[in-house]
């Protein structure tokens, strides 16, 4: 026996023992979950015996949507998440400017012009042009859907008055014609593409940072949105045993998913392949926008828009052979869609695939569905639709998100609750770098539906929060059942991985507003630890 926990609070997230004292660890597995008592026959075998002195033990976080690398990236980077004036943002660019050498680009991440406190107005070029007039300076928007670039970095990307806007993309535009700065979807690759390509150091020191937040977090699965090239970073880390999350791969195909799939179908992979450190999960696409930016692709234009409908990054007519494709050679599809109408491409796709071609256990999924009718929401239990969603999304967009969708199709944004009533799987994530790689967040407001500050009382809409029962399995097991990976993880009973977090609280017993505060004190991934705050669990 490797490590026996005893006098713990252990929340096993099975439905058949949810609740235990004592876990035994060997050679990676669990391998007994019970009272102290039944466990007392471990005691001298082990060769690590820990009082958690009542602590809870519940499974690792699995976070269900991240762009991880991209993450770790931001760390080191112009951050612009919490902070909320314009001053503030050209103070950031500022302060790594002053150490840009010529020609060296500024580059980051973070922004949000609906958190704005000082005006809500999107940025504009000239006033990054006033703090970096001789460096290019290009910022994401928090949600990765927009860019923010300086005159300098519009100049370098060729982009003028005469450039037309890309499909599925589009150049914000002055009063004179003049593109302001703001790139939204595709028209913001004109900049990305040009950037300076990131240095397998740079990747390194990215991967290492987002894998010490991830372990301190309790996080040892991810669902990353991954680029090809990721992977072989992770293959890296995985031979030097640096690789302490278990990673499962949303294999990113933005504009031109063929190059990915069609190799794949060739070779004959399907989902599935690689091991549980490292595999292949679902082939991603990106259908539209965000409700944030107005880029969600709605049915009726936006209430506080009138006129835009948002932006579709592919038609139907090109996105259904591509699903079929897929679903034929059993390649899991994860399809961003957060308006309601390319929710509703996204299901017409499924349906249109699975009465052709027979995969009942298929798992597609489709992530973030912000805004969809209720017509549509049905769809999902229907056609096998697994509603990857992310509560620490409704912090910051309940306060606006009627605005911009109005009192009615305001009832089934973000409705969580309706989802799981009706009988659809659902697995939980952060979107971090968009949001906070830290799942609490998620936790207290998928109960609350308040933000951070306690806001609204009672909560926004809460008949649409979810029990925190629900949110645990949310992060856990409903998380590795969309990855095909019950049988391994996400709950605590003998058989699967020693994937595990420790913390000072039970989250099934504290007062929902102390959720934020929950310390974790450890984390153990594969029967070893990768966090330890308190100096108790090492080997």
């Known amino acids: 026996m490797d490590l026996l926990l005893r006098n713990a609070n252990v929340l096993t997230i099975d439905a058949g023992q949810p609740r235990a004292q004592a876990l035994a660890i060997r050679d990676g597995r669990i391998v007994a979950v019970g009272s102290d008592e039944e466990l007392d026959g471990l005691v001298s075998s082990a060769k690590k015996v820990v009082d958690l002195d009542g602590a809870t033990v519940m499974p690792g976080f699995i976070d269900a949507h991240t762009h991880f690398v991209s993450g770790g990236m931001t760390l080191s ?29 500024v580059v980051g991440r973070g922004w949000d012009d609906t958190k704005r406190t000082d005006v809500v107005a999107l940025p504009t070029k ?24 300086n005159s300098l970095a519009l100049q370098a990307a060729g982009i003028t008055r005469d450039t ?128 944030g930016s107005r880029t969600a692709a709605m049915l009726e234009p936006y209430s506080d828009d009138p006129g835009n409908t948002g932006v579709f990054r592919i038609s139907q007519e090109e996105l259904n052979p591509i699903i079929e ?22 299901l017409d796709a499924i349906e249109h695939v699975t009465k052709q071609f027979d995969w009942p256990d298929h798992r597609h999924r489709i992530e973030h569905e912000q805004s969809i009718t209720r017509e549509d929401m049905e769809r999902f239990p229907q056609l096998g639709v697994i509603a990857s969603l992310q509560p620490v999304h409704g912090i910051t967009d309940l306060n606006w998100v009627e605005s911009r969708v109005g009192p009615e199709r305001v009832k089934t944004a973000y409705a969580w609750r309706s989802f799981l009533d009706i009988g659809t799987h659902i697995c939980l994530g952060t979107d971090w770098p968009v949001e906070t790689l830290d799942p609490r967040v998620g936790l ?54 020693a994937d595990l977090c420790i913390l000072d609280a039970d989250p099934t017993a504290v007062d929902p507003n102390e959720l934020l505060n929950l310390g974790v004190l450890a984390t153990v991934v594969e029967g070893r630890t990768v966090y330890d705050a308190t100096g108790r669990f090492g080997e």
């Open 77 to 105: 980077r112009v951050r612009l998440g919490g902070i909320f004036t314009m001053r503030e943002w050209q103070q950031a660019v500022l302060a790594k400017a002053r150490d840009a050498e010529p020609g060296d680009w």
């Open 126 to 149: 000239e006033e990054l042009d006033e703090v970096s007039p001789h460096n290019s300076v290009y910022l994401g928007r928090a949600d990765g859907h927009v860019g923010w670039a």
């Open 164 to 291: 037309d806007d890309p499909y599925g993309g589009h150049i914000v535009r002055d009063e004179h014609g003049e593109p302001t700065g703001i790139l939204q979807e595709t028209a913001k690759l004109m900049v990305e593409r040009i950037l300076p390509a990131s240095g397998k150091a740079e990747q390194r020191k990215a991967l290492s940072d987002a894998l010490a937040e991830a372990a301190r977090f309790g996080i040892t699965s991810i669902h990353d949105n991954a680029p090809a090239e990721d992977i072989a970073l992770y293959q890296e880390f995985r031979e030097r045993g640096d690789l302490t999350v278990r990673v499962n791969t949303l294999l990113r195909g933005w504009e031109v998913p063929e190059p990915f799939l069609e190799p794949m179908i060739k070779m004959g992979v399907r989902t599935g392949f690689g091991d549980d450190w490292i595999k292949l999960g679902a082939l991603k696409l990106s259908l539209d926008g965000t409700l």
């Open 325 to 346: 494709r897929a679903h034929r050679h059993r390649i899991q599809v994860a399809l961003h869609a957060i308006g309601d109408a390319a929710c509703r491409m996204a």
């Open 444 to 497: 207290y407001h998928a109960v609350t539906r308040q933000d951070i500050h306690g806001n609204p009382p009672g909560g926004r809409w809460p008949g649409e929060a979810l029990t925190i029962e629900e949110t645990l399995k949310g992060y856990t097991l409903d998380a590795a059942w969309a990855e095909f990976a019950e049988d391994r993880k996400g709950s605590l009973v003998p058989g699967k991985y």
